[in-house]
Every structure is written in C-alpha cells, then in structure tokens.
C-alpha cells in the first residue's frame, strides 16, 4: 500500500480544512513546493494534489502553485479540484500530471468521465467518492447528492473507471481514525483499486487500511501535524508488505 502526503492548495498555500469547511482552514505552509520536496525527502513515491479553490468554484485556482510542484520533484502527483471536463483533463495530463481526479463531474456529468477516460486512459483518471453518512457529496462538500458512495462507484466502473479515492468527509483532518467499515463496505463490492483519505490519525489505522487491501492512503493533517511521521510510516507498510509475500 502506498501512503501519499496531501497537499490542498487555496490562495496559493499549503492549507487543511476540518471536514472540508473553508471557514476552518489551517495554514501550515506559503510555500507549496518546499512541502512537495520535503514529502519526497521522507520517502512519498506520489503526491496528492487539491485545488481546493477549484473543487468550490469549478475553475482551477492554483494553477501556478501546481506547475511548480510538477516542475521541482520527480515523482508523480494526482490532482483533483475543478477538473469538470476531459478538456481540463487533457491540458493538466499534458502539463505533467500524472492522474486528474474526478469528483463533481462523476455525479453531474458522467459523460465527461467517458470522454476522459476515452481521451487521455483510464489508467490517468480516478474518480473521488466523497461521502459524509454514505451520501455523495459534491463541489467542494457543500452539496449533498441523493447517490450514495457504493452505487457511484458501481456507475464509474460500468463508465471504465478503474481507481477510486474514498473520502469519508465528516472525518478528513479530524484524526477520529478512518470510517473501516464503509472502506471495507467499498472494497468488498469493487474489484479495482481504491485510495483511501479522511481520519487517518496513526501508524496503526495505516496498518489497518492495509490489512483492508486497499491499494493506498492519503494523509494530511496527521503528517502536518506530526501524529504520523510519514519516513516511519512508509518504511512500516513496507516492512508489512515484504513480511506479506
């Protein structure tokens, strides 16, 4: 399993918001590209991307905060945030994005998803289910959708879709731990890959996650805030991984 560092952009900064609430933001960096290599330094083979400006209004925010980041590491990143269409999709895979990540579109324009699967592989798109009591949420989590997680995820894969990101959103950088059943709820009724974010609050709920057979994690706010360090980490999955074969 792969632990990937977040890093949600607003304004610019390296930010978190508690449960996806844009009143209840967290700086921890004016400096997006010095956290990107500080990420890579620890061992991140991937980094997780959010325009968090472009997940609210639809159109992309940080653009030169993410040309940066692409620019100055070696390792690839996935980003999600305003990505409505396979326009976007294409123009951000060409820059050097290695996945676009779909969340809004998957529940108001599915035929964008097809287009971009078609356009740029599935192997470069992954759709974002975030959901908050099993219900999809979109634009940026401020609106709840009647679809719940496992029926999007089943109308994505039927559309080509091939990895998923689950996000329990009343959880994401609270560090209450990670919701295991709807992870395991997810798993057990997909057969392709998913990545899992929102809770992760210790070396032990990595561990847990793996043990799932999920294929990655996402942290944010546990990594900034020096509950998990992300070196220790990686090195334990790993540790746990090579044990495994």
Known sequence: MDILPAIDLRNGHCVRLTQGDYN??????????????????QGARR????????????????????????????????????????????????????????????????DEVQAMIKDVGAEHVIVGVDAKD?????????????????????????????????????????????????????????????IVAGGIASIEDLVGLAKLGVEGAISGMAIYSGAIDLKSAIETIDEMTTAGK
């Open 24 to 41: 209840r933001e967290t700086v921890f960096d004016d400096d997006p590209v010095a956290v990107a290599k500080r990420w890579v330094d």
């Open 47 to 110: 980094i997780h991307i959010v325009d968090l400006d472009g997940a609210r209004d639809g159109v992309r925010g940080n653009a030169e905060a993410v040309a940066a980041i692409i620019e100055a590491i070696d390792i690839p990143i996935q980003l999600g945030g305003g990505v409505r269409d396979s326009a976007e999709a294409r123009r951000l895979i060409d820059i050097g994005v290695d996945r676009v990540i779909i969340g809004t579109a998957a529940i108001e324009a599915p």
């Open 134 to 194: 099993g219900m999809v949420q979109t634009r940026g989590w401020l609106e709840q959708s009647d679809v719940t997680a496992v029926e999007l995820a089943q109308r994505m894969v039927n559309l080509g879709v091939r990895r998923f990101i689950y996000t329990d959103t009343s959880r994401d950088g609270t560090l209450t731990h990670p919701n295991f059943d709807a992870v395991a709820e997810l798993h057990d009724n997909l057969r392709y890959p998913i």
